[in-house]
């Protein structure tokens, strides 16, 4: 069975990002990745909307009072 295992080599040695496996001796197949940073993916909106939101209310309670709604 394959697993895989995240590690940075520097100076001819690896870290382990991951827990390190729990073998003493295995055959292994290294990837050399081009990027040794990885790369955090975070979600930003786009900077035309910068500044334009706004929170109507308590973010826990409804803006429109319970008895305001209407009965579909």
Known sequence: MLQS???II?????QWLT??????K???IVTILSD??????RRTPPG???GKGRTLGDLVS????EQDWKLL
């Open 5 to 7: 295992y995240e590690a």
């Open 10 to 14: 520097e100076n001819g040695q690896l």
């Open 19 to 24: 827990d390190a496996p729990k073998v003493s």
């Open 26 to 28: 295995a055959r292994v």
């Open 36 to 41: 040794t940073e990885p790369k955090v993916l």
């Open 48 to 50: 035309l909307i910068a």
């Open 62 to 65: 409804s803006v429109v009072e």
